[in-house]
């Protein structure tokens, strides 16, 4: 009898335990929110909504989309790197987790220390475009024509900091030029202006100049990644049209807070690289000028330490003084 009782005391024993180790071994087992630093309708919002559906059907539990705007991403970026490290809340990274420390003093968080990478799930070239009354046809011609005329021109951004501001500049620095910059509150009013003709030139997002291009109200010239777009494939390269090593991104990717457990990490990283692969994800990506990527935590985490070095540099020739 008291052995009994005792076979029935252990049996209690392991049933209580036998909850507590299926739900850590069988994440997710609640709903998972994917936060888009930035507002309804843009870059970050549009990748996580493409992502979100198909995340959550894999994993079993529903994905939800929190849009967490403000302060350039610093917002959202910052709620994600203090949330519980246990892959319930997970960060639409864009590249502003590079450049924002080059041009902040007092950032909430590390983007290195704070979040753990998952994956970069897809890049967008800017394209760089003119207004057709600068009679430029090429890069090269560009660079002869502001050489010629040094702080004449003038060219827009969707903001100060932002891909496309960050991605000009790169361009001046390597190339040498001085031109004005103009910067705009988004990417919707710079090109309006420079469609009116009040600007020169911009590095446009693919989603807004692509279909200006295509319309004739803009020229372009090249794209800003290190291969020609599927959205725009007579485009040149920036580096293959005349400055050799060029490039500059706008990329996505999924974080989750630092500390989070590894399997976990492991898990998001297998089935984000899978539904990257999709047939209908890459149609929705290249119908907004992206392209998916799909990589290791550990490739992700190099290309945001190398981002960090390369934009800061930027800033620094740039003669940007953190705010």
């Not at 970050?44 to 403000?70: F, Y």
């Not at 919707?188 to 295509?214: E, K, N, S, W």
């Not at 089935?271 to 990257?276: G, T």
């Given at each position: ?179 004005v910059h103009i910067p705009y ?107 998916p990527v799909g990589d290791s ?27």
């Amino acid at each position: 009898m008291h052995t009994t009782l005792w076979i029935r005391i252990a049996g209690a024993f392991l049933a209580a335990l036998a909850p507590a180790t299926h739900g850590q071994s069988g994440y997710p087992v609640k709903p998972v929110r994917l936060v888009s630093p930035s507002s309804a309708g843009g870059g970050s919002d549009i990748v996580a909504r493409s992502l979100a559906p198909k995340l959550a059907e894999r994993l079993g539990q529903q994905v939800i989309v929190e849009n967490r705007p403000g302060a350039g991403t610093v917002i959202g970026s910052d709620y994600v790197a203090k949330a519980p490290p246990d892959g319930y809340t997970l960060l639409l990274g864009i590249a502003t987790l590079a450049t924002n420390p080059a041009l902040l003093k007092k950032m909430p968080y590390d983007a290195v220390r704070d979040l753990a990478p998952i994956s970069k799930v897809a890049a967008s070239p800017n394209v760089l475009v003119v207004h057709p009354s600068v009679p430029v046809r090429s890069v090269k011609e560009l660079i002869a024509f502001v050489s010629a005329r040094p702080g004449q021109l003038s060219f827009a951004s969707a903001g100060v900091g932002t891909n496309p501001h960050m991605a000009m500049e790169l361009f001046l620095s390597t190339t040498k030029l001085k031109m004005v910059h103009i910067p705009y509150k988004g990417s919707a009013p710079a090109i309006t202006d420079l469609v009116g003709g009040h600007v020169a030139a911009m590095a446009a997002t693919a989603l807004t100049g692509i279909p200006q291009i295509r319309s004739g109200r803009l020229r372009g010239l090249g794209v800003s990644s290190a291969q020609r777009s599927a959205s725009a494939p007579d485009l040149p390269t920036i580096a293959e049209a005349g400055v050799p090593g060029y490039e500059a991104t706008q990329w996505y990717g999924v974080l989750a807070p630092a500390g989070t457990p590894p399997e976990i990490i492991k898990r998001l990283n297998a089935e984000l690289v899978q539904i990257l692969q999709l047939a209908d994800v890459k149609s929705r990506f290249a119908a907004d000028g992206a392209e998916p990527v799909g990589d290791s935590p550990e490739q992700f985490a190099q290309y945001i330490r190398s981002e960090l070095t390369k934009w800061a540099k930027v800033a620094r020739d740039a003669g940007i003084q953190p705010e």
